[in-house]
């Protein structure tokens, strides 16, 4: 259920709504908004019973029931798109954040490297990982702490915010010490332990769809992160497993431009997991920007040839520059559609 307080509702009417709520059996999940405070009830009771009772206290603007089972991540619950805040960016506001960077970090050089030359062209924010979840244990497992180190000293010589796997619950404080924004990769978006780790995290998560996940399963995950206590979730359509062959995953743009109706939660969209094809990736990615998705991943590397992971995917650095130019007049129709999106909301 979702409470919304009549305008400067006092302490104490709140309290009381929460009490009588608490009377009925439930919880109080999460209390926000400071002028027009929203209260968000979960549990197991009569709802019915709940509604009627807390509907007619006279401090109480509205008690909606939602429907979805994601409750805090529903549009139900906030009709308006969340903006996080990461680093001095906004994502899920009116600019389009571009997020760019080596699939591994690999070296000193090879991530400074791709991190000026990917500020320079326009990314916001710089990827890398340095813990990889790689399908072989034969494969390169990525360069851990010190991949962070690097990354962290690869945003203090560009400012870029990082972002970077986190793969175990284990190391989340590791990570958050490091990243701007912990990335839940494809492979472990049902790892529940991780997703429940992540709540008490400060850091937003990037919470990748899973390989034969569903629109349904992708946002019970994000709920997990948002009940456990960390709202600031970011949702990734990185391509799902299908038939078909041609590409290493089929994108599901549909289901970005469903997310949009289904959550208040920005979402990003991957190119480059999507494709599997360096020579795909800027188109998706103006498709992507077409569709109103709040960002792009995008992976880049100094050197694709000699890239220890993902290199067929991965654009050149002059590559990179070349698609965001490209993307210029999307991106502008991009922000009037905004603009007209955020006129008619009010
Ligand atoms: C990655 O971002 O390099 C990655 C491993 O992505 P995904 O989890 O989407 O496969
Ligand atoms: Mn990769």
Redesign the pocket.
């Known amino acids: 259920m979702v409470i919304s307080m009549k305008l400067h509702s006092t302490r104490e009417e709140i309290d009381q709504v929460c009490k009588r709520i608490e009377h009925f059996g439930y919880k109080i999940h999460a209390i926000e908004g400071e002028e027009r405070v929203v209260i968000g009830v979960v549990g197991v009771g009569d709802v019915t019973a709940c509604l009627e009772s807390v509907e007619a206290m006279p401090q109480v603007e509205s008690a909606v029931r939602i429907s979805a089972p994601y409750k805090f991540v529903s549009r139900e619950f906030r009709r308006t798109k969340s903006q996080i805040k990461i680093n001095g960016v906004e994502i899920g506001g009116d600019e389009l954040v571009v997020m760019a960077g080596p ?1 591994s970090v690999e070296s000193e050089e090879q991530i400074m490297t791709a991190a000026e030359s990917v500020a320079r062209a326009g990314a916001k924010m710089l ?1 890398g ?1 340095a813990f ?2 790689r399908t072989s244990p034969y494969d390169f497992q990525g360069l851990e702490e010190e991949g962070l180190k690097l990354l962290a000293k690869a945003k203090r010589a560009t400012g870029l915010g990082i972002v970077t ?1 986190i793969m175990s619950d284990r190391d989340v404080d590791l990570v958050a010490q490091y990243a701007d924004v912990l ?1 839940v ?3 472990n978006m049902q790892n529940f332990s991780l997703l429940k780790a992540l709540g008490p995290c400060q850091r937003p998560i990037l919470l ?1 769809r899973g390989l034969s996940c569903t629109v349904k399963e992708l946002l019970m995950s994000a709920e997990y992160i948002v009940a456990h206590g960390n709202p600031n979730v970011i949702l ?1 359509e ?1 391509g799902i497993r299908t038939f078909e062959t041609a590409t290493r995953n089929t994108c599901d743009l549909g289901a970005v431009a469903l997310l949009d109706e289904l959550t208040h939660l920005p979402i990003v969209v ?1 190119p480059s ?1 999507a494709t599997g094809k360096r020579s795909l990736v800027p188109a998706l990615s103006r498709a992507a920007v077409a569709v109103g998705c709040d960002g792009l ?1 995008v ?1 880049v590397h100094p050197c694709p040839e000699h890239a220890v ?2 290199g067929a995917q991965s654009l050149d650095l002059k590559q990179f520059a070349r698609m965001m130019e490209e993307l210029k007049p999307y991106i502008t129709l991009w922000k009037e559609a905004r603009v007209t999106e955020a006129a008619a909301a009010v």
């Open positions: 699939c990827r990982g990889k979840p796997e990335q990769g494809a492979r990748k990734c990185r991957d997991h991943i992976e992971s993902d």
